[in-house]
């Protein structure tokens, strides 16, 4: 019963990565488009913690941990060369 | 493990669901940008926090004392992250989209402007 939420969540949680990915890949402006990227390693974290949950393993996390400072880094760099690009 | 966590857990896993599910239907369906950042920076980095407390109530102290690492740090960088965002597209005249929509924030400064 228990395994089977978290298998579900896992299903769940792919369903909207794909959704994710759909939205980075949309055609819109660059701000939203930073914004989706940034929705999709978040989601990517939250998968990574259903699995660190299921599977009662630490190290999932850790790999968690560093996906949110490499999305992060990603979010500010982007955000700065789009602000830096902008017709003056 | 108690009956109580196990049953916390799984509500805890589909409180996540529910919140990041809902923070991404707002990316798609709010109209601009700026909206669209309410969507993203608090519905789906709460959804994300709520796995993660999951995450920490199931595992044993190790993996608490790395959820909550985790759930701090994007609880620190997703405020920080939105408002850059934000200030870029506003910088780069990104428009607000809506019926009654109004940008009480002035002009834009010139880019040479030593405003940082």
């Known amino acids: 019963m228990h395994g089977l939420v978290l298998d579900l969540a896992v299903l769940w949680i792919a369903g909207l990565l794909a959704a994710s990915v759909a939205l980075v890949a949309r055609r819109s402006s660059a701000a939203v488009r930073i914004l989706s990227l940034d929705t999709l390693v978040l989601v990517l974290v939250g998968l990574l913690a259903v699995f660190a949950a299921d599977r009662r393993e630490t190290y999932y996390l850790d790999a968690a941990l560093v996906l949110a400072l490499v999305a992060f880094a990603a979010t500010l760099a982007a955000a700065r060369y789009y602000d830096e690009s902008r017709p003056s | ?116």
């Open chain 2, 1 to 116: 493990m108690s009956g109580v966590l196990i049953w916390a857990v799984d509500a805890l896993v589909v409180l996540g669901l529910v919140v990041m599910t809902l923070g991404v239907v707002g990316v798609y369906r709010m109209p601009d940008a700026y909206t669209k950042l309410h969507a993203q920076s608090k519905a789906v980095a709460l959804g994300v926090i709520c796995l993660l407390v999951a995450a920490m109530l199931r595992g044993e102290s190790l993996t608490a004392l790395r959820g909550l690492l985790v759930a701090a740090f994007l609880l620190a960088t997703a405020p920080v992250a939105a408002h850059v965002v934000a200030r870029a597209a506003w910088r780069a005249g990104e428009p607000m989209k809506g019926e009654r929509v109004i940008d009480e924030s002035g002009p834009v400064p010139e880019p040479d402007a030593p405003e940082r």
